[in-house]
């Protein structure tokens, strides 16, 4: 029995679900929001389902939510399960349908202040697809005992609609073309959703390396760039400053003793070749005579 158990938990892995599902909606600016993870999630589906602490939460999830599901059972006749539906394309899936309310139930660490964006576009979604109200139910499990938070979900306004519509229609363009979105510049990889991204990896794996070899002397480099930039912008100075005094010096090769100074000029002569016209190059060598 044990392996019959085994293998049927080996099966229930957190799945990769199309780009076009409700889940999987928003648009930038919100929060944990990253369509570069949306693209590899279709993409890179072996990054999903090889990352070990998702699918450990994930697992964890659902015993919670069947648990979850089961109390529902018992104290409501009206409970349905494993409905689908459609919104302008968008497969929607809720977790269950109690008394005609969606309830969509989110296991999590620690019960969220308000509802995360990503779980109200996808409720709102929902509400969508059924024409139904939408409760979210955060439920916390662990060694503190067991909390739940039951938070009423708006209907979407009509341009934040708009809002995700278009931005499924740039994560589908974009796939079709075969390509993939760049880094976002508001992620950062010490930060949500990077710091609990599949596809970390690909994003700041080498961000990492360097990391490991000049977290130590970053300080440093960014000294020296800073001098550097600095010395560039005197040298650019000092050159036109010398260039100002050379338009004063002769044109012709030889050497000239200016006072103390000898100044020993070459002219390479220029000319006419077949495609363009060569100036001529005029070099100078200036130097202090001893003793003078
Ligand atoms: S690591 Fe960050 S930037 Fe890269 S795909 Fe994941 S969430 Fe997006």
Request: charge should be neutral; glycine fraction near 4%; hydrophobic fraction near 35%.
């Amino acid at each position: 029995m044990e392996d019959i158990i085994r293998k049927v938990l080996e099966r229930k892995k957190a799945k990769v679900f199309s780009p076009l599902t409700a889940s999987q909606c928003g648009y930038e600016g919100i929060q944990d929001y990253c369509r570069r993870k949306r693209v590899f999630d279709f993409y890179f589906k072996e990054n999903v389902e090889g990352f070990e602490p998702l699918q450990e939460i994930f697992l964890r999830g659902l015993f919670i939510e069947m648990a979850y599901i089961e109390i529902l059972r018992q104290e409501y006749k009206d409970v349905k399960t494993g409905i689908t539906g459609y919104y302008k394309g968008l497969k929607v899936d809720p977790d269950v349908i109690v008394n005609d309310k969606i309830v969509e139930i989110k296991s999590v660490s620690r019960i969220p202040e308000k509802v995360k964006e990503l779980h109200r576009i996808q409720a709102g979604i929902q509400m969508l697809a059924f024409n139904l109200k939408s409760e979210i139910h955060y439920v916390k499990v662990d060694s503190e005992g067991i909390d739940v938070k039951v938070y009423d979900v708006e209907p979407l306004k009509q341009e934040e609609i708009a809002k995700i519509l278009d931005e499924n229609k740039k994560v589908i363009e974009t796939i079709k073309k075969n390509e993939y979105p760049e880094i976002p510049q508001d992620k950062m990889p010490n930060k949500s959703p990077c710091s609990f991204c599949p596809h970390y990896h690909m994003c700041w794996q080498e961000q990492e390396q360097i990391n490991l070899t000049l977290s130590v002397e970053i300080d440093k480099y960014y000294e020296l760039r800073q001098r550097y930039k600095e010395l560039n912008r005197e040298v650019k100075d000092l050159k036109e400053e010398l260039e100002k005094w050379e338009k004063a010096f002769p044109k012709e090769s030889g050497r000239y003793l200016i006072g103390k100074y000898l100044l020993s000029v070459s002219v390479i002569k220029g000319g006419q070749e077949i495609k363009y016209i060569k100036p001529d190059i005029i070099r100078y060598h200036i130097k202090k005579e001893e003793g003078k």
